[in-house]
């Protein structure tokens, strides 16, 4: 059986003890677990982050085993219940808390306030920008990391990730809509995925500007 | 001239929203950036663009 010191003991021997502290006092917010969150959120376990907040109204179908960190057994689940299972048997002192529910500017406060870092994570280009917007004009104290433009078989060397303003990163090729009729792939969603991972753990390492 | 995503247009003077209409870019998928700061999406009509502004345009799309 794990024992949270041998846990955090290969954790603190590979990110450095100082940087894991911070990562284990951190809370993120993923919202949208879909391609994009689930990735996130299983990198972000991974690192040791110590809450998670994963936010999806959608339960798991058989169109999104392509890509999201779901599994046949899973099909039906609520996407929240069905990641939180998979989260802990990566991490099983990961912290979370999950909410079923549609984020909207009504929910969007409560759902956010205990995060320091917000993932949009989101799939519908309105509810990313409701989002960021969202967090921009009302909660301008947060860390925002969101992705947009990641669909299709193009070059995985154009998703990148870019400061746009004060504590808001924007990661992806920002023009690759699926809407134009190019599916999501999994690996060229996960790059995007790991770009927003990787910004969140920089962030929080202070290791970013 | 007002500098939108590095490329200088001559807008100065038209409110985001006005901007906004003079473009392909869809309202409802957008955060605007002025000058480093957001732009709130309740003032685009009023928010007129300056000569020397520096706007950021963030356009989402879809996937995810």
């Known amino acids: ?209 | 001239m007002v500098k939108i995503n590095g490329e200088d247009r001559d807008v100065a003077g038209m409110t985001v929203t006005e901007y906004l209409a003079s473009t392909d870019y869809n309202p409802k998928r957008v955060a605007v950036e002025r000058n480093g700061e957001i732009v709130f999406k309740a003032q685009y009509d009023e928010t007129t663009l300056e000569d020397g502004d520096t706007v950021e345009v963030v356009s989402f799309v879809g996937g995810g």
């Open chain 1, 1 to 209: 059986m794990l024992t949270q010191e041998e846990w955090m003991g290969a954790l603190n021997a590979r990110h450095g003890k100082e940087r894991q502290e911070k990562f284990s006092r951190a809370v993120v917010a993923v919202c949208g677990l879909g391609g994009l969150g689930s990735n996130v959120a299983i990198a972000l376990a991974r690192a040791g982050i110590g809450k998670l907040i994963l936010i999806d109204f959608d339960r798991v179908d058989v169109t999104n085993l392509n890509r999201q960190q779901y599994k046949a057994s899973q099909l039906g689940m609520n996407k929240t219940e069905a990641l939180a299972q998979n989260l802990r048997e990566i991490n099983p002192f990961i912290r979370l808390e999950t909410h079923a529910v549609r984020i909207s500017e009504e929910n969007a406060q409560e759902l956010l306030q205990e995060a320091d870092v917000v993932c949009e994570a989101f799939d519908v280009p309105e509810a990313k920008a409701m989002l960021v917007n969202f967090v921009l004009e009302n909660m301008p104290e947060k860390y925002l990391v969101a992705g947009s433009g990641m669909a299709g078989f193009g070059s995985p060397n154009t998703i990148q990730t870019r400061r746009i303003t004060g504590r808001f990163y924007l990661c992806g090729d920002t023009v690759s809509d699926v809407n134009d009729g190019i599916g999501l792939v999994c690996a060229r969603v996960m790059v995007c995925a790991a770009h927003e991972a990787h910004t969140i753990l920089r962030l929080l390492a202070n290791e970013i500007e």
